[in-house]
């Protein structure tokens, strides 16, 4: 195996072009290192990206919204008051991953890049509206972080592709997020089903709002109709139940033993307005 500590993303993406066999980028190396050790994936290439200036930082961007480094664990995004405090849900989906251990090293870029469609991470994200920066040979492209899994363990990245940052747009006013899973046990399992919801209040009724499912499909999904039934609402009863409905129907899940296809498209609704009226209360409690 060769090991590369590349100074720049456009280095690491040159390597990861020039390799040919298997390529992994090294980030907290949660998946990477698990993948290895049981021999299910060894790399001929392993890229670390830790080594490349600014990979390690939470910085605002010019317009208000955040930009994560592609090497910042868990533990840290946590700490982050503001970032804590304007995204809840994103931070609490990061916060849900592994344990202690694993918080200090696990990466919200490399949960997206892993692929799995039960990644804790990446439905608050695809919820905000998050993009992220893909750096090539021939430089670089935004991309929605919905648009980045393309089914189990399967990205759009290119051979010679890396993630150089996460960005966030910025709160606005009036908003929060929030993001449940279920397990079937307390801690340190994957999720049967996972919920994200952002949402902008003025006064009592919601003005805009994003609902994102995990577990129930190839990918994350966003779900436009969830977030139709409850905008222009108080998130009464009705507009809850109407939400619930239009989870459960996005859903496209597998049957296995950690859940059926029945309990995960009822779960999603269950998740659904409990994240929704968490979001709900956060955004009409928000001062910013
Ligand atoms: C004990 C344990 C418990 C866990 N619990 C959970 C859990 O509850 N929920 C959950 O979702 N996950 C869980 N995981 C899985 C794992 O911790 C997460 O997916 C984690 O976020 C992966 O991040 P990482 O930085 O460690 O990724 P790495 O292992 O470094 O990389 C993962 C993948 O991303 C790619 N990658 C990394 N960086 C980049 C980049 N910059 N550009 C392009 N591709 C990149 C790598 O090539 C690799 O394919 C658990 C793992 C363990 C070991």
């Given at each position: 195996?060769?090991?590369?500590?590349?100074t720049t993303f456009a280095d690491a993406a040159r390597v990861s072009a020039g390799a040919g066999g298997v390529t992994r980028f090294l980030a907290g190396g949660t998946d990477v290192l698990v993948?290895?050790?049981?021999?299910?994936?060894?790399?001929?290439?392993?890229?670390?990206?830790?080594?490349?200036?600014?990979v390690h930082d939470i910085t605002r961007t010019a317009d208000?919204?955040?930009k994560i480094?592609?090497?910042?664990?868990?533990?840290?995004?946590?700490r982050h008051?503001?970032?804590?405090?304007?995204?809840?849900?994103?931070?609490?989906g990061m916060e849900l991953i592994g344990s202690t251990q694993v918080q200090g090293r696990a990466t919200l870029t490399g949960n997206l890049c892993n692929g799995s469609p039960a990644a804790d991470g990446v439905p608050a994200l695809v919820a905000a509206g998050a993009t992220v920066t893909v750096t090539g040979e021939n430089g670089e492209r935004e991309v929605a972080v919905a648009d980045i899994p393309t089914g189990p363990?399967?990205?759009q990245l290119k051979k010679g592709e890396v993630i150089s940052a996460i960005t966030i747009p910025a709160r606005g006013k009036n908003s929060a997020d929030?993001?449940?899973?279920?397990?079937p046990r307390t801690e340190m399992d994957i999720a049967v089903v996972g919920c994200a919801v952002s949402l902008t209040v003025e006064g009592e009724k919601i003005t805009k709002a994003r609902v994102a499912l995990g577990a129930v499909a190839p990918t994350v999904i966003l779900v436009d109709a969830a977030a139709k039934a409850i905008e222009g609402t108080t998130l009464d009863d009705a507009a809850l139940d109407k939400l619930a409905a239009a989870a459960s129907a996005a859903c496209k899940p597998i049957d296995?033993?950690?859940g059926t296809v029945a309990f995960r498209t009822d779960v999603a609704g269950v998740l659904a307005k409990r994240a929704a009226r968490i979001a709900y209360d956060r955004a009409r409690g928000a001062k910013q």
């Amino acid at each position: 195996m060769r090991y590369h500590t590349p100074t720049t993303f456009a280095d690491a993406a040159r390597v990861s072009a020039g390799a040919g066999g298997v390529t992994r980028f090294l980030a907290g190396g949660t998946d990477v290192l698990v993948q290895l050790r049981a021999g299910s994936v060894t790399p001929d290439d392993l890229i670390d990206v830790k080594h490349i200036p600014g990979v390690h930082d939470i910085t605002r961007t010019a317009d208000g919204g955040w930009k994560i480094g592609v090497a910042v664990p868990g533990i840290v995004m946590g700490r982050h008051e503001e970032l804590s405090r304007e995204w809840p849900g994103v931070v609490e989906g990061m916060e849900l991953i592994g344990s202690t251990q694993v918080q200090g090293r696990a990466t919200l870029t490399g949960n997206l890049c892993n692929g799995s469609p039960a990644a804790d991470g990446v439905p608050a994200l695809v919820a905000a509206g998050a993009t992220v920066t893909v750096t090539g040979e021939n430089g670089e492209r935004e991309v929605a972080v919905a648009d980045i899994p393309t089914g189990p363990g399967k990205t759009q990245l290119k051979k010679g592709e890396v993630i150089s940052a996460i960005t966030i747009p910025a709160r606005g006013k009036n908003s929060a997020d929030a993001y449940l899973r279920f397990i079937p046990r307390t801690e340190m399992d994957i999720a049967v089903v996972g919920c994200a919801v952002s949402l902008t209040v003025e006064g009592e009724k919601i003005t805009k709002a994003r609902v994102a499912l995990g577990a129930v499909a190839p990918t994350v999904i966003l779900v436009d109709a969830a977030a139709k039934a409850i905008e222009g609402t108080t998130l009464d009863d009705a507009a809850l139940d109407k939400l619930a409905a239009a989870a459960s129907a996005a859903c496209k899940p597998i049957d296995d033993r950690r859940g059926t296809v029945a309990f995960r498209t009822d779960v999603a609704g269950v998740l659904a307005k409990r994240a929704a009226r968490i979001a709900y209360d956060r955004a009409r409690g928000a001062k910013q």
